[in-house]
């Protein structure tokens, strides 16, 4: 992706130290691990590390293509600004859904007293879709009075 | 005009992975905002660590009392923030994957694996970060252990990854070379630079930095999908020609969106760190003000299995020096001078409580067995079992005069859950330092 930008002399020793400061954070981490975590544990996050990375690149990338073909399609047929607020407002309550999903079902598995996950988290993700939902389409409302004033 | 439904189909995936958004420049923008949050998880994280397991020579400042309260307050609204800010920036980078060959040469190998390193280190280091949080625990490995030694995979990757992009970088830094100055563009050509990444490239903007044209089979997907009469030949009323528009549009919208998203999570949830966002606690693990005596807990005193011996009438706290050792009862505390002080409870997993503290000087106690100014000490919980019953306390928390064996918690008989019959407050500490149920201290 660098290939067509010259790279002067003191880029070259930054980038030199930079390749010479990960080498020893990417030593220092698998020492830490080696020295603190048995073989099983090392295996698992192995495991774990892997499984990032088929789940973002094989699951969640994919999945995230199909949905932006979808609203391209429905794109012919929306205002665009109106798209991308819709668009903007099922990203933001779908990582916040990403967040609590595990907390709703962390809870399930008896916490360690009254203090620990203290809310009704699926009541709450259910209103804040509701409150996300009224929020969005009162600002694309807002948008398209003031477009068709405009216009 | 009649386009056959698959080309139509493979127009609209190009289209969209080529959408205006992902782009040498966003990349850039996003990734320092990325860059940043790690830089700040790092370094609030290093000295969460410290804390707890100190190098001999280390010392920590016991002033502002709530530092660790911040520190690691921030430590995880940063690393909640991450999570938009590492979706985004893999949108932005999102159509490197489509790319084939996948792989070339060795150089291309070592960035492929230090890039796959980072994606994959950062992705579980944050989820294990939070459902540490939610105390979900499931994975088949240590937690501190692991994300400790994962940050410092993160970091490394992270420079050598910086290090690889570096031209990128700084040609894309500043908004007004963000399009490749040595190049003469209109604003037309500027604006399409924003757009493709593996898109067909026209060539004029081929020759702008970072831009590059897909190679290999999704080149040639790519480049039969553009032979696909489109826009240009659609009739005038329906063509999209307002490129410029419509890219800043989307770009726009997508910064948006990720500023949305980190402002909803950090709003949502930094209410269990800090007082003035309580309000607006809707999703955080923990509630400020709940609890016995309005103070949270983690380890209750059934779980420390100390709900007999803290409640038994012959409780005394042992204070030992050398040959030298005393014993106290709590009414005997209790007829000690006693001092009020307000000190957070601060715990490792992000929340905390301020409270107001009434006991017993440390420093005082630590004098009544001649220990010194300098003195350090271990101090030993009544609990049967767990990694904190035995800690260790630097001189500098010894010393510091707001340091208390406390009694009372907001004015009340400390709750056994809050560590009755006595329990340890320092400033600057974290919770699971603030030994509950104390069983003896010994000047080391
Ligand atoms: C790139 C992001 C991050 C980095 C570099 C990082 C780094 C660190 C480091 C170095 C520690 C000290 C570990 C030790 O005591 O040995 C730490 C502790 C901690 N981190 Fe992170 N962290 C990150 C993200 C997160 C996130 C997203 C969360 C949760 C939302 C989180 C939650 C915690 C917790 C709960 C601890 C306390 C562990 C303990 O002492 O028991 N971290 N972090």
């Known amino acids: ?151 | 005009m009649q386009t056959q439904p698959v080309r139509r189909l493979l127009l609209n995936l190009q289209k969209s992975v080529a959408a205006p958004t992902r782009n040498p420049r966003l990349a850039v923008v996003l990734g320092r905002f990325l860059a940043t949050a790690f830089l700040i998880c790092f370094a609030t994280g290093l000295y969460s660590h410290f804390l707890q397991d100190p190098l001999p020579w280390m010392h920590f400042p016991t002033s502002p009392a709530n530092l660790y309260q911040i520190t690691q307050g921030i430590h995880i609204t940063a690393g909640i923030a991450c999570f938009p800010l590492i979706f985004g920036k893999l949108y932005t980078v999102f159509p490197n994957l489509f790319q084939t060959p996948l792989i070339t040469g060795f150089k291309g190998l070592l960035e492929r694996a230090s890039i796959a390193l980072f994606v994959g280190a950062s992705l579980v280091e944050i989820v294990i970060g939070l459902l540490n949080t939610y105390q979900f625990y499931p994975w088949p490995f240590g937690f501190r252990e692991t994300h400790f030694a994962l940050s410092f995979v993160i970091i490394g990757s992270l420079a050598i990854h910086i290090g690889v992009k570096l031209p990128i970088i700084s040609k894309y830094w500043k908004k007004i070379d963000g399009y490749g100055p040595g190049i003469r563009q209109s604003a037309e050509e500027r604006e399409l630079v924003d757009a493709p990444l593996i898109d067909a490239v026209p060539p004029g903007i081929q020759r702008a930095p970072g831009v590059k044209q897909a190679a290999g089979l999704t080149g040639m997907l790519f480049r039969w999908i553009d032979d696909t009469p489109s826009v240009d030949e659609m009739p005038a009323d329906k063509r999209e020609t307002k490129v410029p528009h419509h890219s800043s549009l989307s770009r726009r919208g997508f910064l948006a969106t990720i500023g949305a998203g980190v402002g909803a999570v950090v709003l949502l949830t930094a209410g269990q760190s800090f007082a003035f966002l309580k309000p607006f606690n809707v999703f955080a693990p923990r509630e400020k003000g709940i609890g016995p005596q309005a103070v949270p807990i983690n380890r209750t005193a059934a779980a420390a299995q100390v709900t007999e011996t803290a409640m038994d009438a012959s409780w005394v706290l042992t204070v030992k020096n050398g040959s030298i050792a005393q014993t106290f009862s709590r009414a005997q505390l209790l007829a000690l001078p006693q001092t009020t002080v307000d000190l957070p409870i601060s715990c490792v997993e992000g929340w905390s409580q301020m409270a107001t503290w009434t006991g017993v000087r440390l420093q005082s106690l630590v004098k009544a067995v001649g220990g010194g100014s300098g003195a350090a000490l271990t101090l030993t919980s009544l609990e049967k079992e767990g990694g904190y019953r035995v800690t260790q306390m630097g001189s500098e928390y010894v010393s510091d005069p707001t340091t208390l064996v406390a009694l009372t918690l907001n004015g009340e008989t400390l709750d056994i859950d809050h560590g009755y019959p006595a329990r340890m407050i320092a400033p600057g500490r974290p919770g699971v330092l603030q030994t509950k149920w104390l069983s003896s201290l010994e000047v080391s």
Request: charged content about 15%.
């Open chain 1, 1 to 151: 992706m660098s290939d067509n930008i010259p790279v002067s002399p003191t880029m070259a020793k930054v980038r030199l130290t930079l390749f010479g400061v990960g080498v020893v954070g990417l030593l220092l981490g698998a020492y830490f691990l080696v020295t603190k975590q048995n073989p099983m544990q090392i295996v698992g996050v192995a495991v774990w590390l892997l499984g990032a990375i088929i789940l973002h690149d094989a699951i969640l990338s994919p999945i995230v293509l199909g949905v932006s073909v979808l609203a391209r399609r429905a794109g012919r047929r929306v205002s665009r600004v109106v798209l991308v607020i819709i668009q903007g407002a099922v990203v933001v309550g779908a990582i916040l859904t990403l967040l609590v999903v595990p907390e709703i079902y962390a809870k399930t598995l008896t916490p360690a007293n009254d203090t620990v996950l203290p809310f009704d988290y699926a009541i709450r993700l259910g209103l804040m879709w509701l409150g996300l939902i009224i929020v969005t389409g009162a600002v694309c409302a807002l948008y398209l009075r003031r477009a068709a004033r405009r216009a």
